[in-house]
């Protein structure tokens, strides 16, 4: 069965620094890969995804993220963090199940921005 | 237009009682799904259909019984709530594999 582990509960940065939140994931064959942000009292919106191809994907927002095989990552970067991006990030990893596509979620890191 | 809707966004009600979460999708998406998502973040899958039919049941109590009328409806209607089922519920969906989640609001149950 796929496994996410995000190893950060939570992550503090100063706006305007720069950013990484680590992703570590289990799946034996090639993973769909997600990442999500959370805002408070919102729902679940999809910041990029990896399914194939170029390994450093783009995503909204100014986010990217870089799937690495070899060390079963796909970790989350922005360059310059803005206020608003203190918010709960959800890394997820998806597979096939029942005909249909089902994703294991990781707890989550919590990210809290000081101006 | 709003892609994934769900009521109420609040629910408070007292043990024993039965309610229930309605949700619906204007996405045209084949797969819907019922999230639990604990006081410590945690989000859980607890069922997902496709096309109306059940096909993923994780170890949820028989008191929770989802139901899709058509593709774009899953509610999920629980029987003698107890204090553990205190969560954000969250309905999504996405097109048939693989694709992206698309989430509700999450409705916010708090049982007495």
């Known amino acids: 069965a796929q496994s996410v582990t995000q190893p950060d509960i939570h992550i503090t940065v100063s706006e305007g620094a720069s950013l990484e939140l680590r992703c570590n994931y289990s799946y034996g064959a090639t993973p769909y890969l997600f990442w999500y942000v959370q805002s408070p009292g919102q729902g679940l919106q999809l910041l990029l995804k990896y399914f194939s191809g170029d390994t450093l994907v783009q995503g909204i927002k100014g986010f990217e993220a870089e799937f690495k095989r070899s060390q079963s990552s796909f970790n989350l970067r922005k360059p310059s963090v803005h206020w608003s991006d203190a918010a709960e990030y959800f890394c997820?990893?998806?597979?096939?199940?029942?005909?249909?596509?089902?994703?294991?979620f990781g707890r989550g890191t919590s990210l809290i921005v000081h101006p | 237009d709003t892609a994934v809707s769900q009521t109420p966004k609040y629910l408070v009600t007292q043990m024993g009682n039965d309610k229930s979460i309605k949700c619906e999708q204007n996405?045209?998406?084949?797969?819907m799904y019922w999230y639990k998502q604990d006081s410590k973040k945690f989000l859980k899958i607890m069922f997902s259909y496709n096309n109306k039919e059940l096909i993923i049941n994780e170890t949820v109590p028989n008191r929770f019984s989802p139901k899709s009328p058509d593709k774009a409806h899953l509610n999920l209607h629980i029987n003698s709530l107890e204090l553990g089922d205190s969560a954000v519920y969250f309905c999504?969906?996405?097109?048939?594999?693989?694709?992206?989640?698309?989430f509700g609001p999450g409705t916010r149950l708090l049982v007495l």
């Open positions: 996405l045209g998406h084949d797969t």
């Open positions: 999504a969906s996405s097109p048939r594999a693989p694709g992206t989640q698309y």
């Open positions: 997820a990893v998806g597979a096939q199940r029942g005909g249909s596509y089902i994703p294991t």
